[in-house]
């Protein structure tokens, strides 16, 4: 009996492996895909070839109108930055098609192997789910997509909306590995597949930091119309923006590269993110550009009297339909079609399809023209909405007026002296420190009869104590480390700078203020310790919220000794010192204005060492951390006040308080001049502009200066 219960046994055991393995097959059969030829090999090389047959052919739905100049620079714009990385901004006319051609391009760049990783940014995480859902889409419904890659759009389209199948689908038994949901989309791993693992997700704005998937870091991402008009209009907002774009999306990279990113938008106001970075002159590594829907106006409209302003009436009658309930604007578009000869001629438009072609019951054509589509638009919102919308020029009369500098203006003004050499026709040799609780900051210039220039600056370490400085058993240590690096540095300064004509001759600092805003104890020891009245306290006044205003005392006093122009100095009792006072607007705004005055080459201008001027990158954007700003208010009066756009302003304190000290020794005040025009003699040539008007030299500070060299003590040079 047990023999024959055995027997039973494994022949049931056999049947239930058998019945597995039966199965198994079934269910590898079931999710095992095989794939398909290519149907048209040449249609497939074709559009790798050329982008905008690719985009015509395969989107031939999204892409029925033949590319345009702005749609085509677009499209190339963002394939450039998917092969060779960089940045992009452009600014494009609202409604223009951005969406449609970024559909067309990540598309085109993931199905020929150029994007393994990409992010979509929109301004809201919803949206940026709708965009990569319209792209996933294509690869799931698209049957010319589907004939000619089979190998990345079969393996999406057997799963028939079932996304949960992606987790066992195998083509030849091996899995696929794909995920095809909303939040993340990885293209199935094919070998020979171009696309095979490429990812695609839709990145929130807030939340982008520490992406990697699968041991891969982002590649490209796209910021797709990031801004909103709530986040132009608050500065709480713009910032969070900024810091997404230059900071979060940056630090995606793996270590050691950088990420690509592209930015499409349409400028809403001035001043805006997207006007500042598709503005070459204050963010040149973004390449900015900005389309217009109107290149050039018409020829009418630039000379209305000429042709008894045809379009104003155009838009008059539109005005007019609209309130007889027109809303067709029948009379303008009669009027449009009776005159369209003069009214075209000399305007250029960037798409000639952008127009309304609707057949009404009349048998007319709503539209028959992008010009008539635009003057349209004028008629119901304003010029103000349309050179928003469609020619990304907003109206400057409702932001706050601010002066015109850029780090281009200060990475220019180099003039090839070496650096830490003074120039030969140095009157005044000042210096300015600016103390910090980790670090020290210092500038030194040299003014002469003409320009200004920086020898050098930089930042010296200090020593302070580890934790929180503000508590009180840190403070001594704090203000000792500060006290050994104004020594450190002033016995470096006692050296002495080379002059351009003699290096072997020397030349030393006629003064040196010291910013004792922060920890004036330090400071008022080092002066009192220091012989000779080349290092003083000084203090920076104005319209900075963390800023007295400066206000020149009235009356004198033993106490107080007012200066000619924009500083006084006062009297510390207790230490025995003079701290001098300073108006740090002027003398900021003097300094920037100074940057922008030497492509002019006027009085004024300052000027940087060496010759290669991205080497003063990070010296630029300190000087263009703070922007004046200055705002009129009906009923109010002027606003002026500081923008500060980084805390990273410390040498344009730096150089405002050279400027300053050079002032307090006797460099005459003088506005910044406007150029000599250049004259025309009557045979055509060009006369020689005459000099502007020089400001006389001091009398005292070279003759003082050669005697300081003559009679310096040694042990001051040693010190």
Aim: aromatic share 8%; glycine share 6%.
């Amino acid at each position: 009996m047990a023999d024959i219960q055995n027997k039973i046994n494994d022949a049931l055991a056999r049947e239930r492996t058998a019945q597995a393995e039966l199965m198994a097959r079934k269910r590898s059969s079931g999710r095992d895909i095989t794939i398909p030829h290519v149907v048209n090999m040449r249609r497939r090389r074709r559009g790798e070839r050329d982008p905008e047959y690719f985009c015509r052919t395969y989107l031939r739905d999204t892409f029925s109108k033949p590319f345009t100049d702005d749609g085509r620079d677009l499209l190339y714009a963002i394939i450039n930055k998917a092969r060779h990385g960089g940045k992009q901004a452009i600014a494009a006319a609202r409604g223009d098609g951005k969406t449609s051609i970024i559909k067309g391009a990540i598309i085109y760049c993931i199905i020929y192997g150029m994007l393994r990783y990409t992010i979509y940014v929109d301004k809201n995480y919803d949206d940026a789910k709708i965009r990569v859902g319209n792209i996933r889409f294509e690869f799931e419904e698209n049957e010319l997509l589907t004939e000619d890659f089979p190998e990345i759009c079969y393996p999406v389209r057997a799963l028939e909306g079932a996304t949960n199948r992606a987790n066992m689908q195998t083509v030849n038994g091996k899995r696929t590995r794909m995920k095809w949901g909303d939040e993340l989309i990885i293209f199935p791993t094919i070998p020979g597949s171009l696309a095979s693992g490429a990812i695609l997700q839709p990145g929130p704005s807030s939340k982008l930091r520490g992406r990697n998937i699968r041991n891969q870091r982002p590649q490209f991402v796209v910021v797709d119309d990031i801004e909103t008009p709530d986040s132009v209009k608050s500065e709480t907002l713009t910032r969070d923006i900024l810091n997404c774009v230059t900071k979060d999306i940056a630090g995606l990279a793996p270590p050691g590269e950088s990420i690509a990113v592209i930015w499409p938008c349409t400028i809403m106001i001035k001043d805006c993110l997207s006007d500042r970075f598709t503005d070459p002159r204050q963010e040149p590594s973004w390449h900015g550009k900005r389309h217009k829907m109107i290149k050039k106006m018409p020829d009418c409209e630039l000379d209305k009297d000429k042709e008894k302003h045809l379009w104003e009436r155009f838009i008059l009658l539109c005005e007019q339909d609209d309130f007889d309930g027109d809303d067709s604007h029948r009379t303008a578009h009669r009027f449009y079609l009776e005159n369209r000869k003069i009214m075209d001629a000399g305007a250029i438009v960037a798409n000639p399809y952008r127009f309304n072609p609707k057949q009404l019951t009349d048998g007319s054509q709503l539209e028959v023209s992008t010009l008539e589509h635009c003057y349209r638009f004028i008629a119901k919102w304003g010029w103000d909405s349309f050179n928003c919308e469609f020619q990304n020029d907003p109206p400057a009369d409702e932001i706050p007026e601010t002066d015109d500098i850029t780090i281009n203006h200060v990475m220019k003004s180099v003039n090839s002296l070496p650096e830490g050499v003074v120039p030969a026709d140095c009157d005044y040799l000042t210096a300015f420190i600016d103390i910090h609780a980790r670090h020290i900051d210092w500038v030194v210039m040299a003014y002469g009869s003409h320009k200004r220039h920086v020898v050098g600056y930089g930042q010296e370490p200090v020593n302070s104590p580890n934790g929180n400085l503000k508590e009180a058993h840190n403070l001594q240590g704090l203000q000792e480390a500060i006290l050994t690096s104004l020594r450190d540095w002033r016995d470096r300064a006692a050296e002495g700078w080379p002059l351009s004509d003699n290096l072997n001759d020397r030349r030393y600092l006629d003064i040196c203020l010291i910013d004792g805003g922060y920890q004036p104890d330090p400071v008022k020891a080092f002066v009192k310790e220091t012989p000779g009245r080349t290092f003083r306290i000084s203090k920076g006044e104005g319209s900075r919220k963390d800023e007295d205003s400066f206000n020149m005392p009235k009356k004198k006093s033993p106490d107080i000794k007012p200066g000619k122009a924009h500083w006084y100095a006062s009297r510390d009792k207790k230490n025995r010192v003079w701290i001098y006072h300073l108006d740090a607007d002027w003398n900021k705004r003097n300094v920037q204005q100074g940057f922008v005055m030497q492509d002019k080459n006027l009085f004024g201008a300052i000027t940087l060492y060496g010759d290669s001027g991205i080497a003063h990158k990070n010296y630029a954007q300190h000087i263009n951390a703070e922007l004046w700003t200055e705002k009129y208010n009906p009923g109010k009066g002027w606003e002026r006040w500081w923008d500060v756009k980084s805390r990273r302003n410390h040498w344009l304190d730096g150089t405002a308080g050279c400027l300053a000290g050079a002032i307090i020794l006797g460099l005459p005040v003088v506005d910044v001049q406007s150029s000599p025009p250049t004259e025309t003699k009557e045979n055509g040539s060009a006369e020689t502009p005459k000099k502007a008007a020089t400001v006389p030299k001091p009398t005292t500070s070279p003759a003082r200066q050669r005697r300081q060299r003559t009679r310096r003590p040694r042990t001051r040079r040693s010190r």
